[in-house]
């Protein structure tokens, strides 16, 4: 049997157009919640959200190298009412191998297309957008190309530089959020996403900031990490 609550959570997807589909929408109907069946079905729908980018406001570019602030600065932009399109939030990620230290799953290609979809739709189209300069992909997330085609053709490119220093205080700070949230959890995430780059770390590096680690020094696994790994990327 269906739970009101199970039930709730299904309708809030929108119901694809198809004869489990529509079987599904009689049910929940039964169960007195409101639902939609839309035509054309998903694809429709995800070709909707692609349509929503035309028109649409002109991207600024903010690009940077690793932990030199560039969310630090779209949050500060967006206190300051600029239009901010934040895709590392929207995917739950930080946008590199230890991109999910906070431990939080990630939503699905088709979650997080909704999400920066809406947000888009959202945004005020007469006003310049600033969008983090992405590699196609947030942690797992893909940025749909029609999306990653706008941020290539950016006009501008705003540029986020931080000192040697600045950018192992803010993995710190990072580092810091997330242990708070589940100190437990966070240093078997730091093992795992150190793992990820080991290849192209190379093994006396990745040994090295494994002891590092052993020894609670992150400021100097950061400082080999963004010398090692990120900025020779």
Not at 101 to 114: I, W, Y
Not at 178 to 183: E, I, L, Q, R, Y
Request: net charge positive; aromatic share 6%; with cysteine.
């Amino acid at each position: 049997m269906i739970s009101s609550a199970d039930a709730a959570s299904v309708a809030a997807s929108a119901v694809a157009a198809s004869a489990v589909a529509t079987s599904v929408a009689w049910l929940l109907a039964r169960r007195h919640v409101d639902v939609f069946v839309l035509d054309g079905g998903y694809r429709a729908y995800r070709l909707h959200l692609r349509d929503l980018l035309e028109p649409g406001p002109r991207v600024i570019g903010v690009s940077g190298r690793t932990r030199s602030g560039k969310t630090r600065a779209l949050r500060a932009l967006a206190a300051e009412n600029y239009q901010v399109l934040d895709l590392e939030t929207l995917a739950a990620d930080r946008g590199s191998a230890f991109g999910d230290l906070k431990g939080v799953a990630q939503p699905s290609n088709a979650a997080f297309e909704k999400k920066w979809a809406w947000a888009w739709r959202a945004l005020d189209a007469r006003r310049d957008v600033f969008v983090e300069d992405e590699e196609g992909h947030v942690g797992w997330c893909l940025v749909p190309p029609a999306l990653y085609a706008r941020m290539r053709a950016a006009p501008r490119v705003v540029r986020v530089d931080a000192s040697g220093a600045a950018r192992v205080a803010h993995l710190r700070e990072d580092y810091a959020e997330d242990k708070a949230a589940d100190a437990g959890g966070a240093r078997a995430r730091l093992d795992a996403a150190l793992a990820l780059v080991a290849k192209r770390l190379g093994p006396g590096d990745t040994a090295r900031a494994k002891r590092l680690l052993d020894v609670g020094d992150l400021a100097a696994c950061a400082r080999l990490l963004l010398a090692r790994y990120y900025d020779v990327l």
